[in-house]
């Protein structure tokens, strides 16, 4: 579904700002991977996200999503591939508008528009069941304004917004950092259930050690802009946060040095 071939990204190439962000990327993932991307700051993860959904170029390398390739597609062209989560909550929806006219906006992603009435009863019965499994009360609250949803409420939404239309792979960018931890868990239950339920393949980069364990059936860790290792199967399964620091350990020969993973 995914397949990333000696990618590479440098910033501000032939300056003394000069950052390798990426390093020949060698990935590849299978439909209804779900794969967890761990790494300190400045390892890659969120460059990594952002080429595959075309906010930069590729410096070499290839991008295909479902054996189409991608690489030279403009941001706005991948879109009706990808679903994407971001950090920020106020992000992924408009604010201004109410609930249904945002769900109503994702589900028409990669539709032609027209000058028929703009949420018919079928869609409106759609986007409340949908919003029930959430379990906010949103699904009796949409036609208020976004922009009074709390942060969590409003990621949840973006979610999915994000899932609405099935899309080939779904990218979620530390998509909980800015929540509280009791708002955050609840998101990831929901963004679990709803891979797992929808049979999504998906890409999530996390701080948390933690979260990057139990969720999914792979694990990524990056730094430096290389894929340092890559754990799946029975591996993952009965892997601890020490296994990834000792992981961390072997194949960098120092010990990870980032206080918000480790604090996690």
Request: one cysteine or more.
């Amino acid at each position: 579904m995914l397949k990333l071939s000696h990618v590479y990204k440098t910033f501000n190439k032939g300056t003394v700002n000069e950052k390798q962000a990426l390093i020949d990327i060698n990935l590849q993932l299978n439909p209804g991977d779900f794969v967890t991307i761990i790494g300190g700051n400045g390892a890659g993860k969120s460059t990594l996200l952002n080429l595959i959904a075309g906010v930069y170029p590729c410096d070499g390398g290839n991008i295909f999503v479902d054996d189409t390739d991608v690489t030279r597609l403009k941001e706005y062209k991948r879109a009706r591939f990808l679903g994407r989560v971001f950090q920020d909550p106020m992000r992924g929806t408009a604010g201004d508008m109410n609930i249904e006219e945002n769900l109503a906006i994702a589900y028409r992603r990669g539709k032609p528009r027209t000058l028929r009435w703009g949420i018919t009863p079928e869609e409106r019965k759609l986007y409340h069941d949908r919003l029930s499994t959430l379990d906010l009360g949103l699904e009796d609250r949409m036609t208020s304004k976004v922009g009074l949803l709390s942060g969590g409420q409003r990621q949840a939404l973006t979610l999915l917004m994000a899932t609405l239309q099935k899309p080939k792979l779904l990218l979620l960018d530390e998509h909980t950092a800015a929540l509280d931890p009791k708002t955050a868990d609840t998101v990831l239950k929901h963004t679990n259930e709803i891979v797992t339920g929808q049979h999504l393949t998906a890409l999530m980069v996390t701080h948390n050690m933690h979260h990057a364990i139990e969720l999914g059936n792979r694990i990524i860790m990056m730094d430096g802009g290389k894929i340092l290792f890559d754990i799946s199967g029975e591996d993952k399964k009965h892997l601890k946060v020490e296994d990834l620091l000792k992981r961390f350990q072997n194949a960098e020969g120092k010990e990870l040095d980032n206080d918000r993973m480790l604090l996690n």
